[in-house]
């Protein structure tokens, strides 16, 4: 499948808030970075919010392609168990800085906070569930807390110890009378 332009600039703009933070993510830097006049990006994104707008969609497609391979299909093809063990399993891993930046970004935007919610809700991973079945919520919140870790801790996790942690939580998924 060919890469569009729109999905070139988009990789290349969470290149930059990966090396520069969100602060560097400005037209100018990101027409240096792409080699696309200004003109040309506001074509594309008539607004830092469309870019980031855009930027988070990428990430969820991203994402949600991720967990479709993990589960061995779509939420709507695979059980509870399987949509929550792919989950678990994707977000073990550490974030990049720039998933990390536009994650925290989105609380700050009803819509992209509402797109995220929406996978995380088809995937079972809601907090609507914590009554019902808390084990659910919970390890959604060790996989964030996994993806997390490394930006936070002062030792990131080696990935024998991520393993570790990983097949514990999917024990106790499978714990679960689901």
């Known amino acids: 499948m060919r890469t569009s332009k729109k999905q070139l600039l988009i990789k290349t703009a969470l290149e930059l808030v990966e090396k520069h933070g969100l602060d560097g993510l400005t037209y100018e830097a990101l027409s240096q ?26 990430m969820i497609e991203d994402f949600e392609q991720q967990l479709i391979a993990t589960a061995g299909g779509t939420a709507d093809e695979v059980d509870l168990l399987n949509r929550l063990k792919a989950t678990l399993i994707v977000l073990s891993r550490s974030a990049t800085r ?4 536009l994650s925290l970004e989105i609380h700050n935007n ?28 919970l390890c959604k919140v060790i996989a964030d807390g996994m ?14 110890h ?6 514990t939580a999917l024990a106790l998924l499978d714990s679960t009378n689901i």
Request: hydrophobic share 40%; glycine share 6%.
């Open 110 to 137: 009803t819509e992209l906070h509402d797109a995220w919610d929406n996978i995380f809700y088809r995937w079972g991973c809601h907090q609507d569930g914590i009554d019902k079945e808390p084990i659910f919520y």
């Open 98 to 101: 720039a998933e990390l930046l």
């Open 33 to 58: 970075a792409s080699g696309l006049s200004k003109s040309g990006l506001i074509y594309h994104f008539p607004s830092r919010d469309a870019l980031l707008k855009d930027m988070n969609q990428f």
């Open 162 to 167: 991520r393993e570790k942690l990983i097949a």
């Open 147 to 160: 993806w997390l870790h490394d930006h936070i801790s002062t030792a990131p996790l080696t990935q024998q």
